[in-house]
């Protein structure tokens, strides 16, 4: 029999992941929680935050679809405002450069294969990554790490060289992903040493002057 997975002590009872999180309901002792997780960084792990729990079955199973639901509801925002599914068309190997991958791939653009992404992200706003460094870059090297920015977000992720689809030819690039691209190129601007030390000074000040917070109960 197949080892039930657990947080907290807690057995899973149904998980779903979507719109960038997993919603998750477990049980313990006729209990049931909800947890939410998230990849905390770039490198993968997970972090499971306590977002709500009862003894009522029913309850908990309200609140878990509500979750869901809303996730879905977010999902279609952000649909409207990358642009329609003509606009924000998934790629396949036919839209990157032949023999793109035997080069290195620091500073280009890439795309991500649609079948590493959750059904949601399968469009090229999720797919076109700025490759920035790690041995996956080189068609060579031993290690596998690619990491890039998607050029939407501007948001980093760690890649296996294996998940990219390929190379893909700036100038074919649309519209909005040409302007994202250029900004993600231009130059962080340099911040003088008495700046530093002056924002330095505000933070101390706001954080002595910010209320003590609490941790709040999870909603129940």
């Keep these: 029999m197949d080892e039930k997975r657990t947080i907290d002590g807690y057995a899973v009872l149904h998980a779903i992941r979507i719109d960038g999180a997993e919603q998750i309901v477990a049980e313990k002792d006729s209990h049931y929680r909800l947890y939410r997780g998230e990849r905390v960084s770039i490198l993968g792990i997970e972090e499971y935050t306590t977002v709500f729990e009862n003894s009522d079955y029913l309850k908990a199973m309200r609140e878990f679809t509500r979750r869901i639901n809303g996730a879905l509801d977010n999902l279609g925002l952000d649909r409207i405002y990358r642009g329609s599914p003509l606009v924000d068309y998934p790629l396949s190997a036919e839209d990157c450069v032949p023999g793109g991958m035997d080069a290195d791939l620091t500073g280009k653009v890439v795309a991500v294969k649609t079948e590493v992404l959750s059904p949601e992200y399968r469009a090229c706003s999720h797919q076109l990554m700025l490759a920035t460094g790690g041995f996956g870059c080189s068609p060579n090297a031993r290690g596998q790490s690619v990491f890039a920015k998607n050029l939407y977000s501007g948001e980093e992720n760690r890649w296996s060289r294996s998940d990219i689809l390929g190379v893909v ?51 129940r």
Excluded: F, Y
């Excluded at 690039?173 to 003088?192: C, G, H, M, N, Y």
């Excluded at 910010?210 to 109960?217: F, G, L, M, V």
């Design 169 to 219: 030819e700036e100038n074919a690039l649309p519209d909005w992903a040409k302007e994202k691209l250029a900004k993600l190129r231009e130059p962080a601007p340099r911040e003088s040493v008495l700046g530093k030390i002056r924002a330095g000074k505000s933070q101390l000040d706001e954080e002595n002057r910010a209320p003590k917070s609490h941790k709040s109960e999870p909603e």
